[in-house]
């Protein structure tokens, strides 16, 4: 059974910090890319960042330089480190995991919420 539990979500000021984990089960991690995605009230689910298993990140442009992904492959744990934090960042982030050997695996986790407010 494939499990992936988020933590670190919260209220924080603008300009503020954050940092995410995402921890995971039934999987071979490393085989997998993973990612934070957000959701803002009424709006779709977009991407923030996606990190491959050996490393390689993308970022959507509107966190390039605030936000860094990260990952621990021996832990099976993914992070987002969240700086000067914005309130159009505020949204329920989540984690996912997903591979492609023939099909598409995907898997995501329940969901963080982050709300920046003063």
């Known amino acids: 059974q494939v499990q992936l539990v988020e933590s670190g979500g919260g209220l924080v000021t603008p300009g503020g910090s954050l940092r995410l984990s995402c921890t995971a089960s039934?999987?071979?991690?490393?085989?997998?890319?993973m990612g934070w995605y957000r959701q803002a009230p009424g709006k779709q689910r977009d991407l923030v960042a996606t990190?491959?298993?050996?490393?390689?990140?993308n970022y959507a442009d509107s966190v390039k330089g605030r936000f860094t992904i990260s990952r621990d492959n021996a832990k099976k744990t993914q992070s987002l480190e969240m700086n000067n934090l914005e309130a159009e960042d505020t949204a329920v982030y989540y984690c996912?995991?997903?591979?492609?050997?023939?099909?598409?695996?995907?898997?995501w986790g329940q969901g963080t919420q982050v709300t920046v407010s003063s």
């Open positions: 996912k995991a997903a591979m492609w050997d023939g099909r598409l695996r995907a898997y």
């Open positions: 039934g999987i071979i991690f490393s085989s997998y890319t």
């Open positions: 990190i491959t298993g050996d490393g390689r990140t």
